[in-house]
């Protein structure tokens, strides 16, 4: 249905897609993730060239949409798109902004585009609105007239650009209902959106797209369930991570801790959980202290909002010790720190050994 070959798309100097290859089948359901500001929107514009493309090739049923001689219009008219903000005709009725275009572009008659636009409105749950104003809808019913209006147009794609970033939270699911329908009819749908849960569950495939590039993909339980790559875990899991390099004895240890309850407070961390980190902190850089004539320390501490949990990670050389290891179980530090944390490992690997402690739950 959709075929992509090295896409790219520049913004000035600035590259917003990166070389994107990807083949889209016929009934395919792909939701598209990642953080903000990785070129998921450009993506999704450039399929029906609401951007035009640096470069690159777009295929829809084998139709190069960028050769010169191509049928635009025609293209975008299987191809729908719903946008984050409904772009409504505000001075247009719901039964008007649904049979306009059946009428001007389709060329159907009134009679048969106003039959149309009731029975989508039934299907969405608002032919009660048919008379309505758009200033007289909710966000979530604003949202689902698009979606009817999308559909008048008869398309064998659908492009939804982020549909429920508008609305609050009680309207969000009147939206996904619909799209799940949509999804169970054997339609074409490409769903650029922050709902995991429901990417997890409506699609057949997912793109985790990052810095322009579609950085991993798969099924949903790969990439929600195991994905392959750091990056891809890190957003799925929802990991934040505060970052510290130590590489002196004399060290500015107030500077660390203002930053570290900073990373804390702006993750409405508990007082009880940042007096523990500080401690377990304090304690480890103690004993590397008394026991090493010099420290090359990396701290990390990796907060994960889906697991609920915060680690504390130091790496070091290769070739180090354990010094938590040769201080020994009665040294007053380490019963601190195996007090206040879940678990405490030593691990080898990629030029580095890292301490990693997992912080007890409060």
């Known amino acids: 249905m959709i075929k992509v070959e090295h896409l790219k798309k520049k913004f000035g100097h600035v590259t917003v897609l990166d070389d994107i290859s990807v083949e889209i089948e016929k009934g395919e359901v792909v939701s598209v993730i990642g953080p903000s500001g990785t070129g998921k929107s450009t993506f999704l514009r450039c399929l029906n060239l609401l951007e035009q493309p640096t470069g690159g090739k777009i295929r829809i049923k084998g139709t190069d949409i960028l050769a010169k001689k191509t049928n635009v219009p025609e293209i975008r008219r299987k191809m729908g798109m719903v946008f984050q903000s409904f772009n409504l005709f505000n001075h247009l009725t719901v039964?008007?902004?649904?049979?306009?275009?059946?009428?001007?572009?389709?060329?159907?008659?009134?009679?048969?585009?106003?039959?149309?636009?009731?029975?989508?409105?039934?299907?969405?749950?608002?032919?009660?609105?048919?008379?309505?104003?758009?200033?007289?809808?909710?966000?979530?019913q604003k949202q689902r007239v698009a979606i009817a209006r999308c559909l008048s147009m008869d398309p064998e794609i659908i492009l939804f650009d982020e549909p429920t970033s508008a609305l609050d939270p009680t309207m969000v699911s009147e939206v996904l209902a619909?799209?799940?329908?949509?999804?169970?009819?054997?339609?074409?749908?490409?769903?650029?959106?922050?709902?995991m849960g429901f990417a997890k569950d409506v699609s057949t495939r997912v793109f985790y797209m990052d810095e322009g590039v579609i950085y991993e993909q798969g099924r949903p339980a790969l990439i929600f369930d195991d994905p392959e790559r750091e990056k891809t875990r890190n957003f799925i899991n929802?990991?934040?991570?505060?970052?510290?390099?130590?590489?002196?004895?004399?060290?500015?240890?107030?500077?660390?801790?203002?930053?570290?309850?900073?990373?804390?407070?702006?993750?409405?961390?508990?007082?009880?959980?940042?007096?523990?980190?500080?401690?377990?902190?304090?304690?480890?850089?103690?004993?590397?202290?008394?026991?090493?004539?010099?420290?090359?320390?990396?701290?990390?501490?990796?907060?994960?909002?889906?697991?609920?949990?915060?680690?504390?990670?130091?790496?070091?050389?290769?070739?180090?010790?354990?010094?938590?290891?040769?201080?020994?179980?009665?040294?007053?530090?380490?019963?601190?720190?195996?007090?206040?944390?879940?678990?405490?490992?030593?691990?080898?690997?990629?030029?580095?050994?890292?301490?990693?402690?997992?912080?007890?739950?409060?």
């Open 95 to 140: 039964r008007e902004n649904l049979t306009i275009g059946q009428v001007k572009l389709l060329g159907k008659s009134v009679q048969k585009a106003g039959s149309r636009a009731e029975e989508l409105l039934r299907m969405v749950g608002l032919a009660e609105k048919i008379d309505s104003l758009p200033e007289e809808l909710s966000g979530g």
């Open 238 to 362: 929802r990991v934040r991570s505060f970052n510290y390099s130590i590489d002196s004895p004399d060290f500015d240890l107030y500077k660390m801790n203002a930053n570290i309850e900073l990373f804390c407070e702006k993750h409405a961390f508990t007082t009880k959980q940042i007096n523990e980190i500080l401690l377990i902190v304090e304690e480890v850089l103690i004993i590397y202290q008394d026991r090493s004539k010099t420290i090359n320390l990396d701290l990390r501490i990796v907060y994960s909002e889906k697991n609920d949990s915060i680690e504390i990670i130091f790496e070091s050389p290769k070739g180090s010790a354990n010094l938590l290891e040769t201080a020994g179980v009665d040294d007053i530090g380490v019963r601190i720190i195996e007090n206040k944390t879940e678990s405490v490992n030593f691990e080898h690997g990629h030029g580095k050994n890292r301490l990693r402690m997992l912080v007890k739950r409060s």
């Open 178 to 195: 619909v799209i799940r329908r949509l999804a169970r009819q054997g339609l074409t749908l490409i769903i650029v959106t922050h709902e």
